[in-house]
């Protein structure tokens, strides 16, 4: 789906609070891939991200776009990395890729100095085909692709297909950050002309269902849609969404982060609390992310309550108790909610350390059950 906009163009609020995100991640997700990589005994010596709709690098106002952020922040990051990072960007618009190489010029020397950069590879081309093709020759060389993030920003809904994210999500170590504009396409979801980018998008026709419900309903049936194609289809087996809204509300679009990894998953639920400290994953341009109060909605309390409302009586672990947490419920931090459990006498130690002190736990060996 091609779009409107200008080779280079303002950067909106929402675009701002999906950088921040992009950013708060990655500057996680790199040094912890850097050391499971050579745990694992993945074969490859570099992480690998992937930018499929990289941009101009900037924007009117002088912000930088999502590909000078991601060799920035591995440029200047407070950490060494076992293994150095290869960077590729694809960009269709020859305009936009020109502007992006005279970005990424400024950065030349650092990049070709650092140890921590292994290579850059900017590409001119259709994001679906340039990586299809590139998953061919991976594939014919045996050669794994992971670990890697692919981020999918892509304008509209039909430029990114359910297959190419199912082939990513198959190799080891790779994890998918995605986009999909509800705006666009709830605006030409009457048009049948449309409605195979739609299918190529979900990788199925299910989402034909829309048209039997009423319009209040619709977002809500597409995203469960879209999601579940994504856990079936893609098979992901850990995914969280984010919706952003515009200055009245209204939602523009959702992005999906695809992981197999847990702690993937917790350090990119951790990077969405930055942008809504509500817990509620939902941005709009009326919002000042700066300004938001912690806790506003998903407090330790209601965690608390939640957690004895759906694993009363059961025996867990705190590292179950973690995969719930994170699986099921919007928070990433759990530990106050279950002392809080504790201290009210609605928990039971079953085993733990013996010097154990009431009111920690580690993530090993304690077993516990919520009354």
């Excluded at 996680?28 to 709709?53: E, K």
Aim: aromatic share 10%.
């Amino acid at each position: 789906m091609s779009d409107n906009l200008p080779p280079i163009w303002e950067a909106k609020s929402h675009t701002l609070a999906k950088h921040q995100i992009l950013k708060a991640y990655l500057n996680a997700w790199m040094p912890i891939m850097s050391r499971q990589s050579q745990h694992l005994g993945i074969a490859n010596t570099r992480l690998l991200f992937v930018d499929g709709f990289a941009g101009p690098g900037s924007y009117t106002g002088g912000q930088e776009g999502s590909p000078i952020l991601a060799l920035k922040l591995v440029l200047s990051h407070s950490h060494q990395f076992n293994i150095p990072v290869r960077f590729l960007f694809i960009e269709e618009n020859k305009k936009r890729y020109g502007l992006l190489l005279e970005e990424i010029k400024k950065y030349e020397t650092q990049l070709e100095e650092s140890p921590r950069v292994e290579s850059h590879l900017e590409i001119c081309g259709d994001c679906e085909i340039v990586l299809n093709n590139w998953l061919d020759d991976l594939a014919a060389s045996g050669e794994n692709l992971g670990p890697a993030i692919f981020f999918l920003d892509q304008c509209g809904f039909s430029d990114v297909s359910m297959k190419l994210v199912e082939r990513i999500m198959s190799q080891p170590l790779c994890e998918v950050f995605s986009y999909l504009n509800w705006d666009h396409m709830n605006r030409f979801i009457q048009d049948n002309t449309k409605w195979p980018s739609i299918t190529k998008a979900f990788g199925g026709e299910e989402w034909k269902g829309v048209f039997n419900i009423e319009q209040s309903r619709k977002a809500g049936f597409m995203l469960e849609k879209y999601k579940c194609a994504i856990k079936e289809r893609a098979n992901s087996k850990y995914l969280w969404n984010f919706a952003m809204c515009d200055e009245n509300g209204k939602l523009l679009y959702w992005l999906f982060f695809c992981t197999n990894n847990l702690r993937g998953l917790e350090e990119m639920k951790r990077a969405m609390w930055q942008v809504d400290k509500t817990g509620g994953f939902r941005f709009s341009d009326s919002d000042n992310p700066c300004q938001l109060s912690l806790f506003q909605n998903c407090t330790e309390e209601i965690l608390a309550g939640e957690l004895k409302a759906r694993l009363s009586g059961q025996i867990l672990t705190v590292e179950k108790i973690k995969e719930f947490v994170l699986t099921e419920t919007p928070a990433y931090s759990f530990k106050k909610a279950i002392k809080i459990l504790e201290d009210s006498r609605r928990l039971e130690i079953i085993s733990a350390p013996h010097r154990r002190r009431k009111g920690t736990f580690p993530d090993d060996n304690i077993v516990l059950k919520i009354l």
